[in-house]
T-cell receptor, first 112, second 111 residues
């Protein structure tokens, strides 16, 4: 079974802090994704990566950056957290064919 | 505007009844997928239907796709309390296009 893990289930940070969310997958998937999920808005794609050291902006990249130094690990970085970044963050991975995405359990981030 | 829109937003049924959820989208797609999310958890893939398929089954799940109407439906038969979750459709419009998820249908199955 594919396993996607995220570093924290719950996180509380202060406005202006730098925040790191980490995601690790164990199935040698090429593609990795970061989404945020807000009530009534569904999932919105922040960034994705098709290969090591490669990244592409999704629909809402502003205020975020990512890092993929190793194939199994994809990090989402909030350079200076703001209250409007309070959300559920979901990581996913998939094989190169782009089809089924496998999701981690999510990180619920609260920015005060 | 969103590619995928589920309907209804919320659905409440009794255990043993069937549940039907619909998804509409705007552009041509390669495939459409349905995912389930239990409260506060990640999404779990349920079923994928390609643009050249009209119907697909998996256990108690039946998915249909009508590309002329740009719509899909997910039918859960003989529902159980454990089916209580949010259900999302996601469309894949092909290389260079991002997956787009709808806002979801919240299903409650009452014992």
């Amino acid at each position: 079974d594919v396993k996607v893990t995220q570093s924290s289930r719950y996180l509380v940070k202060r406005t202006g802090e730098k925040v790191f969310l980490e995601c690790v997958q164990d199935m040698d998937h090429e593609n990795m994704f970061w989404y945020r999920q807000d009530p009534g808005l569904g999932l919105r794609l922040i960034y994705f990566s098709y290969d090591v050291k490669m990244k592409e902006k999704g629909d809402i990249p502003e205020g975020y950056s990512v890092s993929r130094e190793k194939k199994e690990r994809f990090s989402l970085i909030l350079e200076s957290a703001s209250t409007n970044q309070t959300s559920m963050y979901l990581c996913a991975s998939s094989l190169q064919g782009r089809e089924t995405q496998y999701f981690g359990p999510g990180t619920r981030l609260l920015v005060l | 505007s969103q590619q995928g829109e589920e309907d209804p937003q919320a659905l409440s049924i009794q255990e043993g009844e069937n549940a039907t959820m619909n998804c509409s989208y705007k552009t041509s797609i390669n495939n459409l997928q349905w995912y389930r999310q239990n409260s506060g958890r990640g999404l779990v893939h349920l079923i994928l239907i390609r643009s050249n398929e009209r119907e697909k089954h998996s256990g108690r799940l039946r998915v249909t796709l009508d590309t002329s109407k740009k719509s899909s439906s997910l039918l859960i038969t003989a529902s159980r309390a454990a089916d209580t979750a949010s259900y999302f459709c996601a469309t894949d419009a092909g290389y260079g296009q991002n997956f787009v998820f709808g806002p979801g249908t919240r299903l409650s199955v009452l014992p």
